[in-house]
């Protein structure tokens, strides 16, 4: 029954936790429990240096680099910077989240990005939304300004499938 398939969708469901560039930095430089998996999201202005790596004391397995503006539409990103539409993040960045995100099932699933506000926090929230059904401690909690461009693409990228 549906009911019955959404309870299971719920209770396999990977932890997903958005965090800061410097925050996932951090969390891979300790010893981690818990298998995990990055999507790290970067701006396409700027040089990093650091990264997010994998290694078996942090026990990140697999990261998935994605490049992108942080704006919610065509115009100005929230830097004041002209973005346009393919400067945004695209159908094809959307669905390799999600494919990443169906191979990782059983993992933390960690979504970053420069602050852990804004695009991180609308592919987290797409992501659970899909998943559990719920999207509201991305949208309710006041902590995160959620991307409605990436929350729209990704989501619509898990129901294109």
């Known amino acids: 029954t549906q009911g019955n398939d959404m309870w299971l969708r719920q209770k396999n469901t990977p932890e997903i936790i958005v965090m800061s560039r410097s925050e996932v930095v951090q969390y891979c430089r300790e010893k981690q429990r818990k298998p995990s998996v990055i999507l790290s999201i970067s701006d396409p202005y700027n040089v990093y240096d650091n990264a997010p790596f994998c290694s078996p004391l942090n026990r990140v397995t697999g990261i998935l680099p994605l490049c992108f503006c942080d704006a919610a539409e065509p115009g100005k990103d929230v830097y004041g910077r ?18 990443f995100v169906r191979e990782n ?30 999207d509201g401690r991305f949208f309710r909690s006041g902590e995160y300004d959620p991307n409605m461009w990436c929350y729209t693409k990704t989501l619509m990228a898990f129901l294109e499938v």
Do not use: P
């Not at 002209?82 to 494919?99: G, H, I, P």
């Not at 979504?111 to 899909?130: N, P």
């Open 105 to 134: 099932r059983d993992k933390r699933i960690i979504v970053h990005c420069d602050a852990g506000i804004s695009r991180s926090a609308g592919v987290a929230a797409a992501i659970s939304k899909y998943l559990t059904g719920d």
């Open 82 to 99: 002209d973005a346009a539409e393919s400067d945004l993040m695209t159908d094809k960045d959307a669905q390799n989240v999600v494919q």
